[in-house]
């Protein structure tokens, strides 16, 4: 199956979202209270961000490649 529901898509996108927004909260309040645990959790997120990225460009590339 190469197309993906609306559905699919926006729960894609609202995944991601939420991730990078609570990445984006450990990484402030890490830098106005400079406690490790924010940075660990801020880490751990963008790790993670990384992940999701990394599999859509792998996804997009083999459905490029079956299109061939």
Known sequence: R???TQEE???KYDHL???VRRMRGH????FKYRAKVDLDA????EREIDK????EVKSMKSK????L
């Open 17 to 19: 979202v939420d991730k």
């Open 9 to 11: 898509l926006q729960k």
């Open 64 to 67: 490029q490649g079956s299109l």
């Open 42 to 45: 801020a880490k751990r997120y």
């Open 52 to 55: 999701i990225l990394d599999e």
């Open 2 to 4: 190469i197309a993906m």
């Open 27 to 30: 990484q402030k309040e890490f």
